[in-house]
């Protein structure tokens, strides 16, 4: 593993690179945080994430740790920089692996909407020279996929709250 820097939530604001999107979902702010806080559930519409393991015990909130696994092997150790339930979560990597990620945060903000809520996730991040390279040419590919994550995440808000759906 290697380590990353320990920014703060203010880093989604000011990295390099941004990714921001917003979901109106049919469900309420705390079924979202719901399945936002279910590691089961990160694999079902983030689908390069392959396994979410809390590292430690609850309850959660600021300063809580999970390593989360993903395709390729990447893996990312993660601590808790914003736990608001039905409203705010993010976190960062501290550590990474894979060498080329120097910093990495991700944020979530849940405002209730007619029908439901609206959920904006931002992800930033900042690496050496050849990621961020990288990362400018896959800009428009990594955007649309993580438009798609976000639409897997309406599905399964759905199909999971069916019967209580706003």
């Known amino acids: 593993m ?13 990295a390099p690179h941004r990714f921001a999107n917003s979901v109106e979902l049919n469900v309420t702010p705390e079924q979202v945080f719901e399945v936002l806080a279910d ?3 990160w694999p079902r519409w983030a689908s390069v994430i392959t396994a979410v393991t809390w590292t430690s015990p609850e309850p959660r909130g600021v300063g809580t740790t999970r390593t989360v696994h993903m395709r390729a092997g990447m893996v990312g150790k993660e601590e ?3 736990w608001e339930p039905n409203t705010h979560m993010a976190f960062r990597f501290n550590e990474s692996g894979t060498s080329g990620i120097t910093a990495f945060a ?11 809520c609206r959920l904006t996730w931002t992800l930033a991040m ?4 050849p990621t961020n390279i990288s990362i400018r040419l896959a800009r428009p590919l990594m955007n649309l996929t993580f438009r798609r994550f976000l639409r897997n995440l309406r599905v399964l808000t759905d199909q999971r709250y069916a019967s209580t759906v706003v």
């Open 2 to 14: 290697h380590p990353c820097l320990p920014v703060d939530t203010t880093f989604v604001a000011s």
């Open 39 to 41: 590691a089961s559930a």
């Open 126 to 129: 900042s690496g050496n020279t």
């Open 80 to 82: 808790f920089l914003a």
């Open 106 to 116: 991700e944020d979530y903000r849940i405002v209730p909407a007619p029908g439901g």
